[in-house]
């Protein structure tokens, strides 16, 4: 169904379509636990076009079209293409579209991934676009809520840190207006989500604002931590007030409840200390794993792969 569609937002995918995200991704799971080797995009190539660090999010779509025997080109660094000596966007994308088939753009500037996806007929998919959104990651959020708690709906969710500049969370928040939820938002007050992003759910969904997280971490289901998002802030001295703000020991975890699961989309700072790491409730590893997997099936779905 979204074969050829650029992924922009979360909003371009409907829930009918997520449902068979997940179902592909399913499939895609068994095959990378049986180590059964797919070929459905043998002679498909996926640039990767990151003018901003990550490790995750391009290692996850590149381990994806390689276990699906495509080919992957792309930079990960802007020092090194030709976007350094001043070439735009558009020509940036225009060529990528004459030597690949799907194009993942990650970007410093909102909205980079859509006004990409004008300048060329091949799917674009938003690997995060600065402070806007990011929704494969949401995709894999999702699936990781859906294998670990064992449904979508009638949840308690927390979601944690910095709201202002954290495109996880926007992406994240749109998502779940369309489930039965029930969404927390803590933060310090310089951090609260942006007033768009919270207009476009209010009148779907339930969602209180907090400082203090310790008065909601009992009733949550899900526990989904960020990092406060440095590169963001126009004054670093803003950001060494705030860092350290939020901080998950096994203190906090103790007060969860036992089926409870912690989330971090990663790279963590200081935000989770590494002691919950071994605790049951800690499924940020794993989420990160499901990157792959469901990526795998956004991939196949885009370029109408066999399945
Ligand atoms: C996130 C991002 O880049 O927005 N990381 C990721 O893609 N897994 C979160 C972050 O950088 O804090």
Redesign the pocket.
Known sequence: MIKNRSIASIDDISEDEMIEVFDVTERMLSALESQKRLTSMAGKIMATLFFEP?T??RLSFESAMNRLGGGVIGFSDVKSSSVSKGETLADTVRMAESYSDIIVIRHPLEGAARLASKFTARPIVNA?DGSGQ?PT?TLLDLFTIKKEIGRLDNLDITLVGDLKY???VHSLLLALARLDATVHLVSPPSLRIPHHVISAVKDKIDITEFDDLSRVIRDTDVLYV??I?KERFPDTEEYQKLIGSYSIDSGTVSMMKKDSIIMH???RVDEIKPEVDTLPQAKYFRQAFYGVPVRMALITLLLGGDL
Do not use: F, N, V
């Open positions: 990550s995750r999010t995060g990011h990651q954290g495109r996880t960020t990092r998002q989309p990663l790279p």
